[in-house]
């Protein structure tokens, strides 16, 4: 598995990590991703997307280690990614849109003026619910039976079938990052040193411990072979891993691995290179239709992109950069060693 981290600095860092006794993590590569801050990231069985202030998505497929590719849709930062499935990835930002593509030939099939919640299957409004202040944060429980909201440091729960609040969760600061663990453990990270678990159903807080020197910029999660891993990422430069054990939920989580990129760090994801043994927490499993698809040329290496024209109808124009396959680059160290051992 690949833990892979953007920062302030422009980088997008990966780092190998290896399950064992104990785990170990090592550099694999760091790469001058954009030319703003990054500020999104997400991954399925084979690619990474990073979106940042500089409006830019950029692809890299991890399999090959390799840029594939970058979409420029978007006037303005990109705020946030998502893969759907296997086919579909999910852009939003400051523009106000939500872009949605097929990740085979990375064509954009619909942009869609926010906010609203769409039926993704028609591209058309599907519910409505009104919020008394902005949310900038929205997540979806596993099952979809539930979603929260993140308004400044309060967290809202509704339950889908009723649109209706069925419980409130506040912490001190402003919350950061919120990740659902199971459909009713919530793990919360304010703008503090703190990881706190919250039940969903009673609002109560499960367990809380201080992860790190400094505020916590985001949390990922996966389950592998019935190990619940929490990864999160702080402006103190480091990446942890944690071992959460479920039936002890009340006990501090154990630290398996951590490393430093010295870098002030916005946002994390872990790409995992074996889908079919591995179990994202989100819900989105790989399916065999990825492992076939995978197998066909893309069609990235078109220099075209999805805009709208004044009538409001899709339309190509040749606005994605796509940058010759480079490798991604390793760490200095590596390419010393490997001098080295050629002289």
Known sequence: ?????????????????????????TP???????????????????????????????????????????????????????FYGTAHLLSGAEDGLICIWNTKRWECLKSIKAHKTWNLVEGRSAFIKNLKQNAHIIKWSPDGEKYVTVITNKVDIYKLDTASITGTITIEKRISSIRFITDSVLAIAGDDEIIRFYSCDSQKCLCEFKAHENRIKDIYSFEREGQHVIVTASSDGYIKVWNLDLNKINNVPSLLCEVSTKARLTCLAVWLDQASEMKENCGKAATSTEANESEKPSAVKKKKVCGMNKSGKLTKQRRRIVPAKRKLEAPLQKKKKKQNSSE
């Open 1 to 25: 598995m690949e833990l892979v981290a953007g920062c302030y600095e422009q980088i997008l860092f990966g780092f190998a990590a290896r399950p064992g006794e104990p785990w170990t993590v």
């Open 28 to 82: 694999d590569f760091t790469h001058h991703a954009h030319t703003a801050s990054l500020s999104a990231v997400a991954v399925n069985s084979k690619y990474v997307v990073t979106g940042s202030r500089d409006e830019s998505i950029q692809i890299y497929d991890m399999r090959k280690k390799v840029e594939h590719g970058a979409l420029l849709q978007h006037n303005g930062t990109i705020t946030c990614l998502e």
